[in-house]
């Protein structure tokens, strides 16, 4: 594994210099391996603990009128509009269907959504490949499109209905593009890049970022000959156009007034809200340690790479010398986009980790630098070692943790969550003619009786109970059919009482039964379920604990959809989901 080029030496020919087709070869087995942990276990805590913030799970039925709610104008609508196209069998179910296979189809509604999140992310990998390519060889890119494809932040929003690794993906794949743009400024190439930063924005707002290297490539694109070549200027601005008409029909005059308002200190679109006074240079810890938390591997030796580049820089001008063109432009073309977004995310400080998805590329890249730089180094002490194979081990040594890491939450995913095994525990032991108690917005997977879907009341949240919900559409024709209630909404005065002395007059409605409490630890309402478990401790029997998380577990969180310190978690984790406990009530 050699570099192609040097800090000092020019870029080949092509700045995406991709000649044989083994190197194809190479791309299409790497976006493979990619792929295939990315699409394992994809459903994960479905149906019953689905993610409250799931906006791909209503936008199509938002799209079409069905529902309202301001997660309308939360995310562009690319992807809903995507799965208006994509057939559902999601009601295409009898009361004779057995219990698994209407689970799979009331999954239905969050499964099309992360398989298109899926499958659009793992382009991040070639993307990253080609993104090194103009730098490096092929082994150094190989490399870097494995740190991406093993990445923890991006596996784990890979397998979710968020767009953070797919607008990584269409994000990388635009600066690409702007790079083949910035070297040679044909048509084809304007047109490419184009259409790859208008899929970028209309898979998030964010992706407007990828127009700031399509923007600096085209000004460094060799200058048109002729003047209908000037044209080609305005097929981005073309872009932008058709991805506000299409996919953001919210920002228009007549509509921005319904989702949008920006007040003295606040701007709202939708269900989001930025606060002005927030831009305090507070997101730069945040975007650090998410990096950090998901990826510390290819993070520390991103800043080793950083640091060698810098002082490879301040010894060019102790030395009057400069790098090359191509590599200079190459440079612009990739940190025009990293940096400015780097900033404006970093000072905010209501930026969420997951928002630095998009410079897990870039991050990568930087690993590569100080993984070649320490083969070099290697082998130079060494020099009785072939340096490919210095770097092959070198290699290999980087991605030990990161692989380990990506199977290990794979096949947590693949395998039965917490609530599922609870589940499986009700169904053995618990008679069916008993209550059996769920906390608010929780679904349990097992068949509900009729009584229960009778009772059934508070859909308050759009995702939450969607699997009584499909219930109450088409019954489940089981022979054994449980009387699962849920606990009053979490607004509701049940939960302040249980601090005072109504406790047993609260708790004595719902005698004799069996109440599964989840233990939420990053919820807002961890409080109130605190509440819950202290009455059930001293008023009822413990009979099903289960943790997820073995020892040394981190306090601050579990291993679901927004974990925190991601990598120890996953790394001391017996199951995915929450704990759960079961407690049974006597008469």
């Not at 991709?18 to 276990?41: D, F, K, T």
């Not at 849920?486 to 069996?514: C, I, M, Q, S, T």
Request: charged share 20%.
């Amino acid at each position: 594994m050699e570099l192609a080029s040097s800090a000092t030496s020019s870029l080949p020919p092509h700045a995406i210099p991709v000649r044989a087709r083994s190197e194809w070869l190479w791309i299409a087995l790497l976006s493979l391996a990619a792929l295939v942990p990315r699409l394992v276990g994809l459903d994960f805590l479905l149906v019953h603990y689905p993610d409250h913030d799931a906006v791909y799970a209503l936008q199509p039925k938002m799209i079409r009128g069905e529902v309202w709610h301001p997660w309308y104008a939360a995310y562009p609508l690319m992807v809903g509009q995507a799965l208006l196209q994509i057939p559902s069998d999601e009601d295409d179910v009898t009361a004779d269907d057995p219990l698994e296979t209407r689970l799979d189809h009331a999954r239905a509604t969050f499964m099309r959504p992360r398989v298109v999140v899926a499958l659009v992310s793992t382009l991040a990998v070639p993307a990253t490949y080609w993104l090194a390519r103009a730098f490096f060889g092929i082994g150094w890119s190989a490399l870097a499109a494995l740190f991406v494809a093993t990445s923890g932040m991006h596996l784990n929003y890979s397998q979710q209905g968020r767009p953070h690794s797919a607008i990584t993906a269409l994000i990388a794949l635009t600066i690409v593009a702007s790079l083949t743009l910035a070297r040679h400024g044909r048509w084809r190439d304007w047109l490419l890049a184009s259409v790859l930063g208008t899929l970028s924005i209309g898979m998030l707002h964010s992706g407007l970022a990828g127009f700031l290297s399509l923007a600096v490539a085209g000004w460094l694109a060799p200058k048109p000959r002729r003047a209908i070549e000037r044209l080609k200027w305005l097929l981005p601005l073309a872009g932008i156009v058709f991805a506000l008409l299409v996919f953001y029909p919210y920002l228009l005059p007549g509509k921005i007034e319904q989702w949008g308002r920006v007040s003295d200190d606040t701007a709202q679109l939708g269900s989001h809200y930025v606060r002005f006074s927030k831009f305090d240079g507070g997101g730069f810890v945040t975007l650090a340690w998410g990096l950090i938390g998901h990826d510390p591997v290819m993070t520390l030796l991103a800043v080793v790479g950083a640091s060698l580049g810098i002082a490879h820089l301040i010894r060019l001008r102790k030395r009057r010398e400069r790098l090359s063109a191509d590599l200079r432009r190459d440079l612009l073309v990739v940190g025009v986009f990293a940096v400015p977004y780097a900033l404006v995310f970093g000072s905010f400080s209501g930026t969420l980790d997951r928002f630095v998805a998009p410079l897990v590329p870039v991050t990568a890249c930087f690993a590569v630098v100080a993984a070649a730089w320490l083969a070099r180094t290697i082998a130079r002490r060494l020099p009785s070692l072939q340096p490919r194979f210095v770097g092959l081990a070198v290699a290999t040594l980087c991605l030990a943790l990161p692989i380990y890491a990506s199977a290990r939450l794979v096949q947590l995913r693949a395998s039965p969550d917490t609530i599922e095994l609870a589940a499986a525990w009700v169904h053995e032991h618990v008679d069916p003619a008993k209550h059996v108690w769920m906390q608010p917005e929780v679904d349990l997977p097992v068949a509900y009786s009729q009584a229960a879907l009778d009772g059934a009341e508070g859909f308050n949240k759009p995702v939450c109970y969607y699997w009584l919900r499909a219930q109450k559409r088409v019954p489940v024709e089981s022979d054994v059919r449980f009387d699962v209630r849920n606990l009053p909404r979490y607004e509701d005065a049940f939960w302040e009482d249980l601090k005072g002395p109504k406790v047993d007059e609260l708790l004595a409605p719902l005698r004799p039964g069996y109440f599964v409490c989840l233990v939420p630890i990053e919820s807002i309402h961890a409080g109130k379920v605190a509440l819950l478990r202290d009455a059930l401790q001293k008023r009822g029997e413990l009979v099903f604990a289960l943790e997820p998380l073995g020892p040394p577990a981190p306090s601050e969180g579990m291993l679901l959809y927004q974990p925190a310190s991601f990598l120890l978690q996953l790394l001391s984790a017996r199951h995915i989901g929450p704990t759960v406990e079961i407690y049974r009530l006597d008469g």
